[in-house]
């Protein structure tokens, strides 16, 4: 190996190893699912107290949030927690929010994962009527100095 070949590859190799202590962990896959998994958990309850703040604490706190709600597009922490808190004031009061299977969680690099959440709510109509809806919401995850965040956030009513 000459000189310039033998420095451009101790170079490289200390590009690759700086990544390698600056990188999360490229798999403590276990930790990630189950931290995840955990601050998911806990939306349940806050959603059931109708506590927006607890129920968006683990999505970020800044404008880069990106929800979307049956065709609407919220962009930012501020507007969706205000979005929330109207939500929980009118009708939706008196649902009750469940999971209807198992959370899927897939991590797709470093610091990114993709969640699945099967979910139904089920109120009482002013009329008597109680009414049930399925919905399905997709969440972007990412590994942020907080630690976990939603990033991205999908939510559609299955009919």
């Known amino acids: ?6 420095r451009s590859h101790r170079r490289w190799i200390g590009v690759v190893m700086a990544g390698l202590v600056v990188a999360p962990p490229l798999w403590s896959q276990g930790s990630a699912r189950h931290q995840i998994d955990s601050l998911m958990a806990d939306q349940l309850p806050a959603a059931n107290a109708r506590d927006a703040e607890r129920f968006l604490a683990a999505f970020a706190h800044d404008s880069t949030l990106l929800f979307v709600f049956n065709g609407s597009i919220i962009r930012g922490f501020d507007p969706l927690l205000a979005q929330q808190r ?31 959440d099967r979910l139904a709510s089920r109120h009482t ?35």
């Open 1 to 6: 190996m000459d000189g310039v070949t033998f």
């Open 86 to 116: 109207q939500w929980w004031s009118k009708g939706a009061g008196g649902a009750v929010y469940v999971r209807t299977a198992p959370p899927e969680i897939t991590l797709l690099a470093p610091g990114i994962a993709l969640a699945v």
């Open 125 to 159: 109509l002013a009329s008597g009527e109680v009414r049930a809806d399925d919905f399905v919401v997709t969440l972007v995850w990412r590994l942020r100095p907080e630690g976990w965040r939603i990033v991205m956030a999908h939510e559609s009513t299955v009919h």
